[in-house]
């Protein structure tokens, strides 16, 4: 069993950024992909970015590539999205979870298998 708790979001001016953070309480050893989605009004989800665990390789999405960072702290169990030259159309509900591929994270008929938190809201004005 896997939970995760995010946290961090927040409003913030275009160009701006936001770390936020995402607290993983598990019962097994188990190597995910963890990994962020997020939600606008209206919208599908999307996937963001993911970090294997086993190995620490990273995936991002083409429309945040070299802005936005995905990281982990091994140690606290938590994990991060640096977001960082932040425009309107990152405004949404951001989602952590932790999922058994990397298609988890990418492929909105694959979340039905994955676990995920609550969200964090991500306001950017401009």
């Known amino acids: 069993q896997v939970q995760l708790q995010e946290s961090g979001g927040g409003s913030v001016q275009a160009g701006g950024s936001l770390t936020l953070s995402c607290a993983v309480s598990r019962d097994t050893d188990i190597n995910y992909y963890l990994g962020w989605i997020r939600q606008a009004p209206g919208k599908e989800r999307e996937g963001v970015a993911s970090i294997d665990e086993f190995d620490g390789a990273t995936t991002y999405a083409d429309s945040v590539k070299g802005r936005f960072t995905i990281s982990r702290d091994s140690a606290k169990d938590t994990l991060y999205l640096q977001m960082n030259s932040l425009k309107p159309n990152d405004t949404a509900m951001y989602y952590c979870?932790?999922?058994?591929?990397?298609?988890?994270?990418?492929?909105?008929?694959?979340?039905?298998?994955?676990?995920w938190g609550q969200g964090t809201q991500v306001t950017v004005s401009s």
């Open positions: 979870g932790a999922s058994a591929v990397n298609a988890g994270i990418f492929v909105p008929s694959l979340y039905g298998n994955g676990h």
